[in-house]
């Protein structure tokens, strides 16, 4: 089992460009979690998502920021327009389910220049 | 609502001394305590469940209701135990993770 794959480990946009974030949760794991992490702060939760539903967009911005869990493939955080705050550390987490223990992925480590 | 409170930022031991991360918390219900490691820009690994009650490279963490804290110890710190050190809160009845700030550990030879 590999885990938790992110992709891509780094990824380089200048403003106002599209960043997508992929994810693929591990085997068996049908509830995948994203995080953001800022510079000198902790995570922050941003969205929850099941297999082709999302349970809980609390955490992420309104505007320019969706996620989606397709039925077949890995899960995808897009971010439009993106400006220089967007820069951080994205981190996806899966698990089987409630009760049951988060993987965490390497993270994306998105810079907009 | 759910808070986790992570008071120290740094901490710097010397090896061979003993290290105590504090970690506080506030939910109102039943919850589930995690400590998690991250090694120098890598993933975070989960390193404690209360839960599990486990003792993981030397550290233990004991959760106080009473307290309602969930402090990581090791008694003897090692140079590789040299990392960010994130606390984490989830209800039973719940799915997200609340994490603290985390604290960044250096331990110095």
């Known amino acids: 089992n590999a885990g938790v794959m992110q992709n891509p480990r780094h990824l380089v946009r200048r403003r106002g460009q599209e960043a997508r974030l992929r994810c693929s949760p591990m085997?068996?794991?049908?509830?995948v979690y994203w995080y953001r992490q800022l510079p000198e702060e902790g995570l922050k939760f941003m969205v929850y998502l099941q297999k082709e539903n999302i349970i809980d967009e609390s955490g992420m911005p309104k505007e320019r920021f969706s996620a989606e869990f397709p039925k077949e493939g890995p899960s995808i955080l897009r971010i439009q327009q993106v400006v220089r705050g967007d820069s951080a550390a994205y981190f996806c987490a899966s698990r089987a389910g409630r009760g049951y223990g988060y993987t965490f992925g390497s993270g994306t480590r998105l810079t907009v220049v | 609502a759910q808070r986790v409170t992570q008071p120290e930022k740094l901490l710097s031991v010397f090896k061979g001394a003993p290290v105590e991360l504090k970690c506080n918390y506030s939910?109102?219900?039943?919850?589930?305590l995690f400590w998690y490691v991250q090694y120098s820009r890598q993933r975070l690994q989960l390193l404690l469940r209360?839960?599990s009650r486990e003792s993981i490279k030397g550290f233990t963490a004991d959760l106080n209701k009473g307290e309602t804290s969930f402090h990581l110890k090791k008694p003897f710190a090692q140079e590789e135990d040299s990392a960010m050190y994130y606390c984490?809160?989830?209800?039973?009845?719940?799915?997200?993770?609340?994490f603290g700030a985390g604290t960044t550990v250096t331990v110095r030879a």
């Open positions: 984490a809160l989830s209800g039973y009845n719940d799915y997200k993770l609340s």
């Open positions: 209360h839960i």
């Open positions: 939910y109102s219900g039943s919850p589930e």
């Open positions: 085997k068996g794991h049908s509830h």
